[in-house]
């Protein structure tokens, strides 16, 4: 199976600041990767799919890339509604979440 | 507009068999391509995929749950089922189900609201 990381497992940032996310899947998975933004007690939301297309409605300042093993999540200047938990998840193999990453005001 | 909604029991004994409805509104299950899947979260732990059924009811499965999980649609309700046997504690969680688009690759979009289900006795 298919297993992902996530790097770091949490973050202190400001807004304004710009925070990247790291994703490294166990094995190639092409760029089969979709992030998700999850905020306390809602169920998790689509941002990005296919490493680097970012889903309608979803901010400018969201953007993905990455191929192959390693992927990026970059918010370009952190809003106050982006303090939440970000997965990543792969759909080359089954589907496999990684273990988030909360990010939390500093 | 897609939405999801999940029912079920909130609270299930050990060894007991859940099963869970996602009722669902805005697409239909007929659609080529279309899927509904399941994906469960520990309280304060991360998302885990469950199981997966297509439009032409192929159906995947988590390999590490596979012997305990049962996905069924039915098309004419906009419903899918989920059923998971022999309930553990470890198995206390809030289980989403979500809608897999017909351009969707394997990314789930959007997903219901979610359902607590808490496993003691």
């Known amino acids: 199976a298919i297993q992902l990381t996530q790097s770091p497992s949490s973050l202190s940032a400001s807004v304004g600041d710009r925070v990247t996310i790291t994703c490294r899947a166990s094995q190639g998975i092409s760029s089969a990767l979709a992030w998700y933004q999850q905020k306390p007690g809602k169920a998790p939301k689509l941002l990005i799919y296919d490493a680097s297309s970012l889903e309608s409605g979803v901010p400018s300042r969201f953007s993905g890339s990455g191929s192959g093993t390693d992927f990026t999540l970059t918010i370009s200047s952190l809003q106050p509604e982006d303090f939440a938990t970000y997965y990543c998840q792969q759909f080359n193999n089954y589907l496999t979440f990684g273990p988030g990453t909360k990010v939390d005001i500093k | 507009q897609i939405t999801l909604k999940e029912s079920g029991p909130t609270l299930v004994k050990p060894t007991q068999t859940l099963t869970l409805t996602c009722t669902f509104s805005g697409f239909s299950l007929s659609t080529s391509g279309v899927g509904v899947g399941w994906i469960r979260q520990p309280p304060g732990k991360a998302l885990e995929w469950l199981a997966l059924i297509y439009w032409d009811d192929d159906k995947r499965y988590s390999p590490s749950l596979k012997s305990r999980l049962t996905i069924t649609k039915d098309t004419s309700k906009n419903q899918v089922v989920l059923t998971m046997t022999n309930m553990d504690p470890v198995d206390t969680a809030t289980y989403y189900c979500?809608?897999?688009?017909?351009?969707?690759?394997?990314?789930?979009?959007?997903w219901g609201q979610g359902t607590l289900v808490t496993v003691s006795s």
């Open positions: 979500a809608h897999r688009g017909y351009s969707s690759l394997g990314w789930f979009d959007p």
